[in-house]
């Protein structure tokens, strides 16, 4: 079977077409491949960051809860900011 030039010029036109549109295909497929790999990573990141998060928000609530007792507050801020009551005298050593 003898193929006629116009035949010739349409299937190569056509093969060229397939061969971008499979090209394009590809290169789209590989950078959502990459796009997926980064999104992994950062959600990885982010669950951690979250849970750091989390358990700083359970230490502060719990400081919170404990400094709404007067005696622990008042005894917190002795220690830690070194107020003293009266007549009671600071020593601090490093």
């Given at each position: 079977m003898k193929l006629t030039h116009k035949e010739r010029r349409r299937i190569i036109l056509t093969s060229i077409i397939c061969f971008f549109v499979i090209s394009l295909?590809?290169?789209?497929?590989v950078d959502n491949i990459i796009k997926i790999g980064q999104k992994k990573e950062e959600k990885k990141e982010l669950t951690a960051r979250l849970n750091e998060l989390e358990?700083?928000?359970?230490?502060?609530?719990?400081?919170?809860?404990?400094?709404?007792?007067?005696?622990?507050?008042?005894?917190?801020?002795?220690?830690?900011?070194?107020?003293?009551?009266?007549?009671?005298?600071?020593?601090?050593?490093?």
């Open positions: 295909c590809i290169i789209s497929s358990e700083e928000e359970t230490t502060l609530s719990d400081d919170v809860e404990k400094l709404k007792n007067p005696e622990y507050a008042a005894r917190y801020a002795r220690e830690k900011y070194l107020y003293s009551k009266n007549g009671e005298k600071i020593l601090k050593i490093d």
